[in-house]
């Protein structure tokens, strides 16, 4: 548990999207709601300028705070922080988890990257759920697997016949390091039962 300002969530979520996303990600986020003990941490794959616009169009049918992160950002329960495009996104802080923004080097092509971002939080060691969702290519699968290691994270991977491209999840689910995989209909509900 972690509480901060009076602020109190049991888990931060991480989730990794690219090709397809911000349809997945309304999908999502309209139907959580902001009670749940959680924070919310997204890279969507894309390029600077966009993120504003995606997250105002989602905010506006969820019942959580979306917001495009800002560097030093404390996460707070009920709210979902999304990359701004270009840049490396990472929480640092266990005991007060915080958003670092930079303009780091691209990793493995990627900037911002789903690896690096949940790599660092695997390095906290707080309890954490990872989702990966439709997209093109690997990014995420090292950062999956250093979640895995902490005994910390449970992994949710989005199925194949709800993704627009099913790459992404489909390195995760070949690699056998999903602890769930659903189609994005169904996330929200699990994601419910696994805090409750």
């Known amino acids: 548990m972690i509480t901060q300002s009076g602020n109190t969530f049991k888990y931060v979520v991480v989730i ?9 990600l309304k999908e999502l986020f309209s139907n959580l709601p902001k009670e749940l003990p959680l924070t919310y941490v997204v890279v969507q794959h894309m390029p600077e300028g966009y993120i504003p616009n995606m ?3 989602i905010n506006q ?14 996460l707070r329960q009920g709210e979902v922080y999304i990359s701004p495009g270009g840049h490396q996104c990472q929480i640092i802080n266990a005991a007060i988890p915080t958003i670092k923004i ?3 080097a691209h990793y493995k092509g990627y900037r ?15 309890n954490s759920i990872g989702i990966v969702l439709t997209g093109m290519g690997q990014d995420g699968l090292d950062g999956v697997q250093d979640l895995r290691n902490t005994n910390k994270s449970t992994i949710i991977v989005q199925d194949q016949a709800s993704s627009v491209v099913y790459g992404m999840p489909r390195a995760i689910y070949d690699a056998k390091l999903h602890d769930h995989i659903v189609s994005i209909n169904e ?3 699990l994601i419910k039962k696994l805090v409750r």
Do not use: E
């Open 16 to 24: 990794g999207v690219s090709t397809g996303g911000p349809q997945t």
């Open 55 to 57: 997250a105002h169009r």
């Open 61 to 74: 049918i969820s019942s959580l705070t979306i917001k495009t992160a800002v560097n030093g950002d404390i």
């Open 102 to 104: 930079t303009t780091a």
């Open 112 to 126: 911002p990257s789903v690896n690096l971002l949940f790599s660092s939080l695997a390095k906290l060691n707080i």
């Open 187 to 189: 996330m929200s509900n």
